[in-house]
């Protein structure tokens, strides 16, 4: 994971704190300017309280991608997708963390702790951080997911 000197926003819920703080580890270690947005302990709490502000995090450009972790990682995504400017997936493995960058111009990784292992999940968040959004004809297409955009034709 090569690092940025823009911070990445991380949150999780209860069921994703574990693998988030294995993440900040990992992502610190690696020279990574970490934003944790919390949960920190195992308590039952709400996905989309920490969806929120770490998506807040990327709008008001305090961090450049952010990563969020829960069960399935599914609540997250719907959660931080509320938000404008949040292009929010859930990855399940390295050519998905590849292809939605390179595509999708993504900036907000959602990880299930309950479905993947942790290797995988770093290996997947190392393609994410490393892979350039390719632009060209994709531009066309991110265009049609922007609020207030006008998309170009074909």
Known sequence: MNPASTP????????????????RAALEAAGHPVLDFGTHGAASCDYADFAHPVSEAITTGKAKFAVLVCGTGIGMAMAANRHPAIRAVVVHNTTEARLTRAHNDANVACFGARTMGPEVVLDALSAF???????????????????????QEA
Not at 16 to 22: E, F, R, T
Not at 133 to 141: I, L, T, V
């Open 8 to 23: 990445i926003a991380l949150g999780a819920d209860h069921a994703g704190v574990a693998l988030k703080d294995s993440l």
């Open 129 to 151: 951080l490393t892979t350039p959004y390719e632009g060209g004809r994709h531009d066309r297409r991110i265009a049609k997911l922007t609020p207030g955009a006008r998309p």
